[in-house]
Structure formats: C-alpha cells, structure tokens
C-alpha cells in the first residue's frame, strides 16, 4: 500500500480549508473510499493518522474503524513508552491494535514472549509471516536456517529469497536489531546455530567476497552472485545480533 505525503496533505488541507457543507469536501466521498483513504494514510504514517484525527469530528470517528488499525504503521512507536504518562495511552491504542489483528502489533508480541516457549512460538511467527509481514518473514527465515534439518534449512532459504526478491533482506535485518536492542536476550539453550554452512565450498566460490569486503549495510548493494554465500553472511550477521 503506497501513501504519498502529497495526497495526505491535501487530505488534510481538503477538510481544514473547506467547508462542512461543500461537495468537495473528503466527508462527501462514499465511505468505504473515505475509509481506504484514511487506511493509505495509517500505513504510511502512524504521526499523519493522528494529524487527521485532530482536524474536526468527522475524521477522529472514521479513524476509529476496525481496518484502520490493523494497517497503522508502528514504526516510530518505541516498543515501550519513554514517559510514565504515555504508557496507559499507548497500551489502550495497542490494544486496539491488537484486537484488529494489526500484523506489527502481533509480532512485537512475538518478540516479547520468544522464550518462554520455542516451539509454539514458531509456529505463531510462521502465520504471522504468511499473513505478509516482511520483518517476521526474515526473522522466521533466520530462525530456521539456524536449524541442522535440512528441510527447515530449504523452507528458511525460500523465505529469504522472497525477501530479497523484494530488495528488504538488509531492511528487516536492521528492523530486528534495532527492536532486540531493546526487548530481546535470547535464550542460548533455546537458540543452537547449526555450523553448516549453505555453501559448500565458500572459499572458491565466486561470492566469497562477502566474506572479506565491505559489510552489506543496504539493500541496494545487495549483489552478491551466490545466493549461499549470501545467506550464509546474513546468517552471521543475524546471529551476532543475539550472540548465538
């Protein structure tokens, strides 16, 4: 879903500047399209969707439908609120979110509740992935190419060539760390990396240069030409954010 900062502007400025009773006003619009709207402008931004429900009435109760918060973007949200003052604010808009099944809400969850039980956790990370969140898709992927079965070795494989297939692998990678940082210390009797590297014979192969170049930090210098070599320096990069 695409929202430029153009249209949310004139979003706003269309409701701010008109009056109630003109035609041209977002209001006149049919709902389910007012709602699409307003969905857009969730998705890009969670700052927006608050200036839109500041500007009158109208727009503070149709941010209020069930859609809207399952696709608000949580992106600048701290996974815990900074002020004491926030927290109950915060927890009661999450809340909201969660009941709306907002895929970011239920992977911080995820993160959150990891090691209190692997298996059933994957499990919950694997839908949660397959219901298109890119982040639990990477971390799902990770996860499983720490494993020695070489079949969850193939599944994780696939799942990260979608993502790379999408330009994100190193966009996701830098999503976990940044929320490990501050919730996460996994359990290392719950995580065992398996020393198995996916290629087999990485010092000859002609993507060995991942491995003595310059670090990957952009999804734009992702070109290394062996997709195993390539996964396997992603697999270190993803374990030495948990130190597995």
Known sequence: MDAPRSLIKK??????????????????????LQVHLFSMVAFDSI???????ICCKDFLDLAEEKCIYQLVSLDTLPLFPW??????????FLQLCRESGNLEILFRDWLLEFNKNRNSCLQILREISE???????????MLLLC?????????GLMQLRLLRRSNCVITCRKKVEDLASHCWRVNRKE???TRKTLCRNPMECNGRRVY???????????????????FDYELNCFCSIFNL
């Not at 700052?47 to 429900?53: A, E, I, R």
């Not at 219901?131 to 992927?141: D, F, L, N, V």
């Not at 494993?147 to 599944?155: I, T, V």
């Open 11 to 32: 979003v706003i400025e269309a409701q701010t500047h008109t009056s109630y009773g003109s035609s041209s006003t977002i209001m006149s619009l049919p709902k389910d």
């Open 47 to 53: 700052v927006d969707l608050f200036n839109l429900k």
């Open 83 to 92: 002020h004491p003052d926030l927290k109950d604010k915060q927890s009661s």
């Open 131 to 141: 219901k298109g969140h890119e982040t639990a898709k990477y971390m799902y992927g």
């Open 147 to 155: 494993l020695e079965d070489e079949e969850k070795r193939k599944e």
């Open 191 to 193: 995580v065992v990396r």
């Open 212 to 230: 003595f170049g310059w670090p990957l930090l952009k999804d734009e210098e992702d070109d290394i030409p062996c997709e195993y070599c390539r």
